[in-house]
C-alpha cells in the first residue's frame, strides 16, 4: 500500500459516498486509476464495506450503555454459545472479547432506560454461563467514530 491508496482510504472513511471522478480528483489521479485502485482495496480486504452513520436517538436507539459481562464457566461449548447468542441480537451493536477480567466488552442501543431493563433482565442474563453483568452509563461522546488512522 502506498501513499495514494492512504490517501484514498482517509478519503473514503471521511465520506463513502464521493464518486470516482470526485476521488479521484481528491487523490490527483485520473478516474480509471483511481478506481483500479479502490477496487484492489476491496479485493485485498482493505475496504470490508460501506455504510451510513445514523443517529441513534433519530431510530429509536439512543441510549447506547456500555456493559462489561464476567463470565462463570468458559468452556469452550459455553462461550462458543453465548457468543453466537451474543451476536443475534440486534441489540447488541459491538461486541469484544477481553483478555482478563470482564471477559466481553458490549455495546448496546435501545431506546431508554426502560429498554435497557426490559433487555438486561429478559434477553442478556438468560445468555449462558453469565456470572455477572455490569452496566456503565456515559455521561456524553467525547470523541465520535471517525475511522482508522492511515499513516503516510
Known amino acids: 500500500m502506498d501513499r495514494i491508496d492512504r490517501r484514498i482510504l482517509r478519503e473514503l472513511q471521511q465520506d463513502g459516498r464521493l464518486t470516482n471522478a470526485e476521488l479521484a480528483s481528491r487523490v490527483d489521479l485520473t478516474p480509471s486509476p483511481c478506481l483500479r485502485r479502490v477496487r484492489q482495496l476491496e479485493q485485498d480486504g482493505v475496504i470490508r464495506g460501506y455504510r451510513a452513520v445514523l443517529d441513534?436517538?433519530?431510530?429509536?436507539?439512543?441510549?447506547?450503555?456500555?456493559?462489561?459481562?464476567?463470565?462463570r464457566h468458559e468452556d469452550q461449548v459455553t462461550v462458543a454459545e453465548f457468543e453466537r447468542?451474543?451476536?443475534?441480537l440486534p441489540?447488541?451493536?459491538?461486541?469484544?472479547?477481553?483478555?482478563g477480567e470482564p471477559d466481553y466488552l458490549l455495546r448496546i442501543a435501545v431506546a431508554?432506560?426502560?429498554?435497557?431493563?426490559?433487555?438486561i433482565t429478559d434477553v442478556l442474563s438468560g445468555l449462558p454461563g453469565i456470572a455477572q453483568v455490569?452496566?456503565?452509563?456515559?455521561?456524553?461522546?467525547?470523541?465520535?467514530d471517525r475511522g482508522l488512522p492511515v499513516g503516510g
Open 56 to 71: 441513534g436517538a433519530a431510530v429509536g436507539r439512543g441510549f447506547q450503555p456500555f456493559v462489561t459481562i464476567t463470565m
Open 85 to 88: 447468542r451474543v451476536a443475534e
Open 91 to 99: 441489540e447488541v451493536v459491538e461486541a469484544h472479547r477481553l483478555f
Open 112 to 119: 431508554d432506560i426502560a429498554a435497557y431493563e426490559r433487555f
Open 134 to 144: 455490569n452496566s456503565h452509563l456515559t455521561m456524553k461522546q467525547v470523541k465520535a
